[in-house]
C-alpha cells in the first residue's frame, strides 16, 4: 500500500458575491494542464433546492509522477450555495452565489506498492525512505507545497481580478 503524506491538509478560499463559474473551471483545469497533471474530475453533484437555488459540488483528484517512486496528487472540490444565474455585462451568463474552494496536496510514495508484501521489503523500504532519499523528500515536499499555494494564489487572483 503507497505511503501517503499530507502536504497542504486544507487551503480554503471563499468568495459571495458575482462571478464567472466557467472560468473559474477553466481556470483550474487550465492549471493543472499547464503543470502536466494528469486531472479527473471525479464528481459533479448537482442540487435543485426549494427556493429556486442550486447547490453544486464537483471534486477534481490529480496526480502527477515525478519518478517511478514519487507522485503528487493535488485534489480540489468547488461548492456553489446558493447558485442563481444573473445576466452581467454584455449579456454574459454568470452565477451569484457563495463560491467555496478548498485545496489538498499529498506526496505518495511506492505508489504501485513495489515494497509491500513482506515485512523485511517494508522494513528497507522505510530506510531508503529515511537515509537514502530524504533530501529529496523534502525537496519534493516543499515543491508540492509551493504548486498547491501556486494554485491557490492563481485562483485568489483571478477571483479578486474579475468582479462583476
Known amino acids: 500500500m503507497p505511503e501517503t503524506d ?12 458575482v462571478f464567472d463559474f ?15 497533471y ?3 474530475e471525479k464528481n459533479y453533484r448537482e442540487t435543485q433546492r426549494q427556493d ?8 477534481f483528484d490529480s496526480e502527477k ?17 446558493d447558485h442563481k444565474i444573473v445576466q452581467g455585462p454584455k449579456g454574459k451568463r454568470l452565477v451569484q452565489g457563495t463560491l467555496t474552494i478548498e485545496i489538498e496536496a499529498m506526496l505518495q510514495s511506492d505508489f504501485d506498492a513495489a ?9 528497507t ?5 529515511k537515509f537514502v532519499r530524504g533530501d529529496k523528500y523534502e525537496e519534493y515536499k516543499k515543491e508540492l507545497h509551493d504548486q498547491g499555494y501556486e494554485l491557490y494564489n492563481e485562483l485568489k487572483a483571478y477571483l479578486n481580478l474579475h468582479k462583476f
Open 38 to 40: 494528469d486531472v479527473f
Open 22 to 36: 466557467k472560468e473559474v473551471y477553466n481556470v483550474v483545469k487550465g492549471w493543472f494542464n499547464l503543470h502536466k
Open 6 to 17: 499530507y502536504v497542504i491538509k486544507e487551503i480554503k478560499l471563499v468568495q459571495e458575491g
Open 125 to 129: 523500504r522505510g530506510l531508503y525512505d
Open 52 to 59: 429556486d437555488t442550486k447547490e453544486i459540488k464537483i471534486e
Open 115 to 123: 515494497w509491500e508484501g513482506r515485512p523485511l521489503a517494508k522494513f
Open 65 to 81: 509522477k515525478i519518478d517511478q517512486y514519487i507522485k503528487y496528487l493535488i485534489n480540489v472540490d468547488i461548492k456553489i450555495n
